[in-house]
């Protein structure tokens, strides 16, 4: 898969989730979803655990995947701790 | 043994061989594999031919060879400058060698029992860059150099050309990727309510999209409250996280110029890059990311965080509008709730919150801290906690928590802030209509401030009075001099209604639509007036109403 379809079916994946924060679906039901095959979801699920954006529950075809929220320091004082 | 560079040129002597190249370029069908063999079925004198591919470092690996001794060089390696191949990448030039005999530089090939007489080296290059070299090899003693040397060239050439036509294209497709990628970014953003939503997502699309992103991080600065962000992060152990924070802190609200990010908390094979969230001008956020080791940023990375980040800085600007809007709308109920159970202290939180807008201005202000300040005005008498329970913003709460607090000569008191000092004062104004003994003999900064511009606040207000009675006074005299004339010329209702509108200073087509008639219709209204009052046109008509004569 090129580079340009790696990025593009990636930005979809994280798009969605980032819209379904509370969505949890395996590679079946995101490729369902998304409308992209098993083959082009795959790398690309790899790529979104690996940057910790997405969390895997669960091992091989069967896992579900999850958006995995950013860390959030809600209000912090910067300036007079410099 | 001698080495030659081939700068020579001879035409080739074969059409039928290289525009067979050339149709193999056209689709590039069966790959370098097919060239290769072309390569050694057209130059008999050629015993091998091959590609060695650049690899990770300062390496390169034989990945294809044709020939019948050339498959046990596959998968050899060499380093740049090693050997005569190793030469040919180091100085990028296309080089052969002739009457070679037993020569250190010959060991990749006599370790494969391989000892050409020939060796003819070419780079490949892609977008100005060595990707590898193409070789082959003569075994007999006098190979064709001209022929060999030029069709060598040629193919390195045109698969270098060929190569990069497709970097180009691949590079065109990414581009393509990552503007549509970059246009859903900008609609979803344009629905986002929520700025840790919106935070989420910088943080996320500048992973997504930054070439070998590793960590990313967006803070975002809270209006009324300077050093306090906001802080959203991905990738970074927490030590980390607030070591970076605090640098782009320094950098980008300081102006300062701090050490670089590298040391404790932070990996020695990283390298950042960042960009402000800006508003107007002033910087009320960062996005920064961490990258893999790197001498220069991957290419489109700085354009790319550039590109988030002024999305970023818009969301930003629409959710602070919002919020403030919001805020404003909050403050204003439950001040109209105080007219309906007392009317007195409505009317002077009333006149206190407008005699703090004229104070913003006068003072040129922004915008949201005339808001805090004239929303305190307002909702001074209300108590604290039930201000707390409708949700008032903190600022506005901690303006009105301070000015309670305030004892009747804090103004001179150093330990209140400014903004305090200035709603106790126009609380005390708006009751009083005068200072305190106290206020006027202060040197605090804001009792100055103030009470310059009491100066000018009181004697626009005497200049908008003395206006406002002139023009009353000038209408009812008007009006006056209307109904004499009316009277004396026995004007008809309708015509009088006219004559209002003309010495109001209207137009026909105006006096048509004030009376909801057509303009012929006020013609024959002026008309018949001129007549009633003996003159020709409007000036005449004035002078009459004015002079009475």
Redesign the interface.
């Known amino acids: 898969m090129?580079?340009?379809?790696l990025?593009?079916i990636?930005?979809e994946c994280?798009?969605f989730f980032?819209?379904n924060p509370y969505t949890i679906e395996n590679e079946e039901g995101l490729s369902i979803r998304l409308g992209r095959s098993l083959q082009d979801l795959s790398p690309v699920l790899e790529r979104l655990t690996e940057?910790?954006?997405l969390q895997r529950l669960g091992v091989g075809h069967e896992a579900y995947y999850k958006y995995n929220?950013?860390?959030?320091?809600?209000?912090?004082?910067?300036?007079?701790?410099? | 043994m001698n080495q030659s560079s081939s700068s020579t040129h001879q035409p080739g002597n074969s059409t039928r061989i290289y525009t067979n190249l050339l149709e193999l370029f056209v689709d590039f069908e069966g790959g370098i594999d097919r060239i290769l063999q072309l390569y050694t079925e057209v130059m008999p004198d050629i015993a091998f031919a091959g590609f060695a591919k650049k690899a990770e470092g300062e390496q390169l690996r034989i990945e294809h060879v044709d020939g019948e001794c050339g498959p046990s060089l596959r998968g050899l390696t060499f380093s740049i400058g090693e050997g005569y191949l190793g030469q040919v990448a180091l100085t990028e030039t296309d080089t052969h060698w002739h009457c070679l005999t037993h020569d250190p530089r010959l060991r990749l090939f006599t370790s494969r029992d391989m000892t050409p007489k020939h060796l003819y080296g070419y780079s490949v290059r892609v977008h100005d860059e060595l990707i590898g070299v193409l070789f082959c090899g003569s075994t007999i003693e006098e190979p064709d150099h001209h022929e060999v040397m030029q069709f060598g060239r040629m193919i390195a050439h045109l698969w270098g050309g060929w190569l990069t036509k497709q970097y180009l294209l691949?590079e065109l497709?990414?581009q393509?990727?990552?503007l549509?990628?970059l246009i859903?970014?900008a609609k979803?953003l344009e629905t986002v309510r929520d700025l840790?939503?919106v935070?989420?997502?910088l943080?996320?699309?500048t992973?997504?999209?930054i070439p070998d992103?590793r960590a990313a991080l967006t803070?975002v600065s809270?209006p009324q409250?300077?050093?306090?962000?906001?802080?959203?992060?991905?990738?970074?152990a927490?030590e980390h996280?607030d070591g970076y924070?605090?640098y782009l802190?320094?950098k980008y609200?300081?102006h300062e110029q701090p050490t670089p990010p590298i040391g404790e908390g932070y990996a020695d094979d990283a390298t950042y890059l960042d960009y402000a969230l800006t508003v107007q001008g002033e910087v009320v956020g960062v996005l920064g990311v961490e990258l893999g080791a790197t001498e220069r940023y991957p290419s489109g990375s700085r354009e790319l965080l550039a590109t988030l980040a002024y999305m970023g800085s818009a969301a930003v600007k629409k959710h602070h509008s919002s919020q403030a809007e919001r805020m404003h709308k909050q403050v204003s109920l439950l001040h109209e709730l105080l007219q309906q159970w007392d009317h007195s202290q409505y009317k002077r939180t009333r006149d206190s919150s407008r005699i703090a807008e004229e104070y913003g201005k006068y003072m040129q202000w922004d915008h949201a801290r005339i808001q805090v300040v004239t929303g305190a005005c307002k909702l001074l008498e209300y108590e604290l906690r039930l201000l707390k329970e409708a949700d008032i913003p903190q600022e506005i709460l901690r303006l009105i928590g301070e000015t309670r607090s305030m004892p009747s000569m804090g103004v001179g008191d150093s330990s209140y802030t400014y903004d305090a000092k200035l709603v106790y004062l126009i609380a005390r104004y708006a009751e009083h209509r005068t200072l305190q003994l106290g206020c006027v003999q202060s040197s605090d900064v804001c009792v100055t401030d103030f009470r310059s511009f009491l100066d000018y606040y009181e004697r626009k207000q005497t200049e908008i009075r003395i206006t406002v009675e002139e023009e009353q006074a000038a209408q009812q005299l008007m009006s006056v001099d209307l109904d004499e004339v009316s009277r004396v010329a026995a004007l008809s209702p309708r015509e009088r209604e006219v004559l209002q509108l003309i010495a109001a200073g209207k137009n026909n087509r105006e006096i048509a639509q004030a009376l909801y008639i057509s303009e012929n219709t006020v013609k024959n209204h002026i008309t018949s007036i001129f007549n009633k009052t003996g003159v020709s046109d409007r000036i005449q008509l004035m002078a009459k109403v004015i002079y009475k004569h």
């Open positions: 090129s580079q340009a379809r990025l593009s990636q930005a994280l798009l980032e819209q940057l910790s954006i929220q950013p860390d959030v320091s809600g209000e912090v004082l910067l300036w007079e701790n410099i | 691949d497709d990414l393509r990727s990552r549509t990628i859903e970014v979803v840790r939503r935070m989420f997502l943080v996320d699309m992973l997504n999209l992103a803070m809270k409250e300077p050093g306090m962000v906001e802080l959203v992060t991905r990738g970074f927490k996280a924070s605090k802190a320094h609200w300081r």
